[in-house]
């Protein structure tokens, strides 16, 4: 098991960027698939993006691709999520997930054994 607390969510004009952070505790990291995903008002929650544990493979939603981007820093157990060229579709609470399990479904949330709180963030025009 590993408890998950994201941080960085804020409000911000279109066009801006946020840096999200998701700290871990209580297992080796380096061993979990971490994953952002994202719940907007009234909505299903999406997948955004995940990264392998050695960081060596990433994969992002088409809707963020381009403008979001995840990393990860094992010796400081953090995975990060940059984004960029924010948009008022963006909005919407993150969460960081974390999955012992390397399998082909990690853009669900079925996948994933493990969940933050969340963190809103908030794009205006």
């Known amino acids: 098991q590993v408890h998950l607390v994201e941080s960085g969510g804020g409000l911000v004009q279109a066009g801006g960027s946020l840096r999200l952070s998701c700290a871990a505790t209580?297992?080796?990291?380096?061993?979990?698939?971490m994953a952002w995903f994202r719940q907007g008002p009234g909505k299903e929650r999406d997948f955004v993006a995940y990264i392998s544990g050695s960081g060596g493979r990433t994969y992002h939603a088409e809707s963020v691709r381009g403008r979001f981007t995840i990393s990860r820093d094992n010796a400081k157990n953090t995975v990060y999520l940059q984004m960029n060229s924010l948009k008022p579709e963006d909005t919407a609470v993150y969460y960081c997930?974390?999955?012992?399990?390397?399998?082909?479904?990690?853009?669900?949330?079925?996948?994933?054994?493990?969940w933050g709180q969340g963190t809103q963030v908030t794009v205006y025009s």
């Open positions: 997930a974390a999955s012992k399990v390397y399998t082909r479904w990690l853009v669900t949330t079925t996948s994933y054994e493990n």
């Open positions: 209580g297992s080796t990291f380096s061993s979990y698939v």
